[in-house]
């Protein structure tokens, strides 16, 4: 591993004599395994690579705290993504629908959903869903207050706003669940059925999915107990569970594999294995920051200049990184500075042996972060900053 970048000599030795992979990356096992030794998620998959390649692919842990069960793969097992369903399914579902010319991102969503409709709420743009400035509540327990999808989705239409549109940043899953159904009203069919044509099967993603069959609920990692037994396959997100598995905020299930496959894509400015999936000026315009969205770009979030260090980005990424992370245990992160990517997933829901384990896991994906920066070959020399 690389502690820090130091002396011109000490670089030149470094480079004539690399440290094997399993010894580079030992300080990432490390960090990883101290998660689960603390008790904060029982198995883990790390996919760390470039915008060409993957350097470094593991599993840890186990499904459940039993040793008995299996070690994760960071190739067969399935994640509950959680809110990454939201950039990998939704944004993704979106860039498709601008770049066709179906969705523009600054006209009112109410033009296209009429039934969103209230107080200031045709001043709400697309845009404004996807960079969380609409106004609108962080959450609402949809799942409690209604009994069926078509109620719940009446209500999400009724929710008033609780600030004047454009003026502040929350972040929203109400935001994602009308863009899912934004998807659905434009392409006239579900964000499942829409996703896996027009965005997994072209990036090659083929165990991405929403509503996992029962066949592979043995390769997916469970995410919560019923009565004792653990629950894998059924999505954690109560409010996703009431719109039936489907939903622009939760409900996606992924390998890491595939995960590093939609980063790859990002790295490469929408190309992958010579396929254009995006293009490259939609890519840019995703990621293109606008005054007053705070850390948000367009469905992702981006390191806060303020607030470094105990972050899913550490102190070691570039400005220009961007990522994503999912209440289940999930994170993914790009940094085209460094030609870097990471994709973290554990199941940080099933169980956690310790208290606070939200905040402790944003310990762990902080200090995996750094220990990825200085481990990967040339990251660290990078003249960026900030400075390893």
Not at 82 to 105: H, Y
Request: aromatic share 8%.
């Amino acid at each position: 591993m690389i502690a820090k970048a130091g002396s011109a000599a000490l670089l030149l030795a470094l480079a004539a004599s690399p440290p094997a992979a399993g010894q580079r990356f030992a300080a990432v096992d490390s960090v990883v395994k101290a998660g689960i030794r603390q008790g904060v998620y029982p198995g883990a998959v790390v996919v760390i690579g470039r915008r060409d390649t993957v350097l470094h692919a593991r599993g840890y842990g186990h499904y459940t705290w039993s040793t008995s069960s299996p070690v994760p793969s960071p190739d067969s097992t399935l994640w509950d993504l959680a809110s990454l369903t939201k950039v990998v399914a939704t944004t993704s579902a979106i860039m498709r629908l601008v770049e066709q010319d179906r969705v523009l991102l600054d006209r009112p969503l109410a033009s296209y959903l009429p039934r969103f409709a209230g107080p200031g709420k045709e001043r709400v743009t697309v845009r404004m869903l996807l960079d969380h400035t609409s106004g609108l509540p962080s959450y609402v327990e949809f799942f409690r207050l209604a009994p069926t999808r078509d109620s719940a989705v009446a209500l999400l239409y009724r929710e008033p706003l609780r600030y004047q549109p454009g003026t502040a940043v929350v972040y929203s899953d109400l935001n994602f669940l009308l863009l899912g159904l934004l998807v659905e009203q434009v392409t006239g069919e579900p964000l499942d059925r829409y996703t896996a044509r027009e965005i997994f099967a072209p990036a090659r993603m083929m165990e991405t999915r929403f509503r996992p069959p029962a066949a592979l609920a043995p390769r997916i990692a469970p995410t919560g107990r019923w009565r004792g037994r653990p629950v894998a396959g059924t999505v954690n997100d109560q409010n996703a569970a009431r719109f039936g598995g489907v939903a622009g905020h939760a409900g996606l299930f992924a390998t890491a594999s595939d995960l590093a496959r939609y980063a790859r894509l990002w790295l490469n400015e929408g190309r992958l294995d010579g396929r254009q999936i995006f293009a490259a000026e939609t890519i840019r315009a995703f990621l293109d920051p606008v005054a007053g969205s705070g850390s948000r770009l367009l469905g992702w979030d981006r390191p806060a200049p303020n607030l470094r260090g105990d972050t899913p980005f550490g102190r070691l990424v570039s400005d220009v990184a961007y990522g994503h992370t999912g209440w289940t245990g999930t994170e993914l992160w790009v940094d085209p500075a460094r030609d870097l990517f990471l994709v973290f997933l554990t199941n940080r829901s099933y169980g956690p042996k310790v208290g606070r384990s939200i905040s402790r896991l944003r310990s762990v994906r902080g200090q995996l972060a750094d220990a990825v920066v200085r481990a990967v070959p040339g990251a660290c020399q990078a003249a960026l900053q900030p400075p390893c």
